[in-house]
């Protein structure tokens, strides 16, 4: 990954036209996704409970093609086929092109579209679209976060005894000790309500608009944090790993909250 040690940002026309590209990938994708979902499509198994379908493939290969058009030298990291385009461009694309495919596979409807983009191994743009709600989540790093166009803004919940919050299980919860339960069972206790919606970057994107006060996580990959991270922060979050230091979405740990909750859930997940 490069390192920016300048914190120097695109031009900010530059910028607008990242954009503007990153959205129409993302509906595009989109649009795809609910396509199948209507028509039918495809399942395979990558292993006993981790699902890819048709969809996928299809949504993926759709917003690569429209990132690559706008910016052929740009690597592309996605969850489908992995590294796209290599090189020493210091933008990176990170993509989800269906986040929460086992949900769309049994027509649960909880999932999305997630692309980030890095800068100098810097995220500072993120863009999600759910293409059931029509909901379309942008942000970049210092210009905020909007929801089709109105502005973000975390909770206000102060401790986890009123706090609403979300999680996820890897795909090897029945293999490995290291599953996430003993951290639900602990929140359990503690917060006022836990969810567990299965689309990771969704879940991000509902602690920015307050929606969700906290959200942790472990064994993600990158392109399932990439854009969320960005829209959490931007909103006025706070993101970490599981002991509150730097986080990197090539790290295994990540909390996001409000701010207000952020130390209290690390000292939860710090009994783990």
Same mark, same amino acid.
């Given at each position: ?10 031009? !900010? =026309?530059?910028?607008d036209?990242?954009? *503007?590209?990153?959205?129409? !990938?993302?509906?595009? =994708?989109? %649009?795809? $996704? ?28 759709? /917003? @690569? ?16 086929? =992995? ?16 986040? =929460?495919?086992?949900?769309? %596979?049994? &027509? ?7 692309? &980030?983009? +890095? ?7 993120? @863009? ?6 029509? +909901?379309?989540? @942008?942000?970049? /790093?210092?210009? &905020?976060? $909007? ?10 919940? !102060?401790?986890?005894? %009123?706090a609403?919050? @979300? ?30 919606? &299965? ?19 472990? *064994?993600?990959? %990158? ?7 960005? /829209? ?6 706070? $993101?970490?790993?599981?002991?509150g230091?730097?986080?990197? /979405?090539?790290? *295994? +740990? ?6 207000r ?7 939860v997940?710090?009994?783990?």
């Amino acid at each position: 990954m490069l390192t920016d040690s300048t914190g120097h940002l695109p031009p !900010a =026309g530059s910028r607008d036209d990242l954009k *503007k590209v990153a959205v129409e !990938a993302a509906r595009r =994708g989109g %649009a795809i $996704v609910q396509e199948k979902a209507r028509q039918g499509f495809r399942v395979e198994h990558k292993d006993v409970v981790n699902l890819v379908t048709d969809a996928d493939r299809l949504a993926e290969q759709a /917003i @690569v093609d429209t990132i690559r058009s706008a910016y052929p030298d740009h690597r592309i990291l996605s969850e489908e086929c =992995g590294q796209h385009v290599a090189g020493t461009s210091l933008f990176q694309w990170v993509i989800d092109p269906l986040d =929460g495919t086992t949900n769309f %596979a049994h &027509g649960f409807p909880s999932y999305c579209v997630s692309i &980030g983009l +890095e800068y100098h191994g810097r995220c500072i743009l993120g @863009v999600v679209f759910d293409p059931t709600r029509q +909901e379309l989540f @942008v942000a970049e /790093i210092h210009r &905020g976060a $909007v929801l089709n166009g109105v502005p973000l803004h975390v909770s206000s919940a !102060a401790s986890l005894n %009123a706090a609403l919050l @979300v999680t996820g299980f890897a795909y090897d919860i029945r293999e490995s000790p290291n599953n996430n339960l003993n951290h639900f069972s602990r929140f359990a206790l503690r917060a006022q309500g836990l969810r567990r919606t &299965g689309a990771a970057a969704l879940d991000l994107c509902y602690v920015a608009a307050g929606r969700f006060d906290g959200f942790w996580e472990l *064994k993600l990959q %990158a392109w399932d944090m990439a854009a969320g991270v960005v /829209i959490v922060q931007e909103a006025g979050g706070r $993101v970490s790993d599981f002991s509150g230091g730097p986080f990197s /979405i090539y790290g *295994k +740990e990540l909390v996001a909250s409000n701010g207000r909750l952020h130390d209290e859930m690390l000292a939860v997940l710090r009994q783990g």
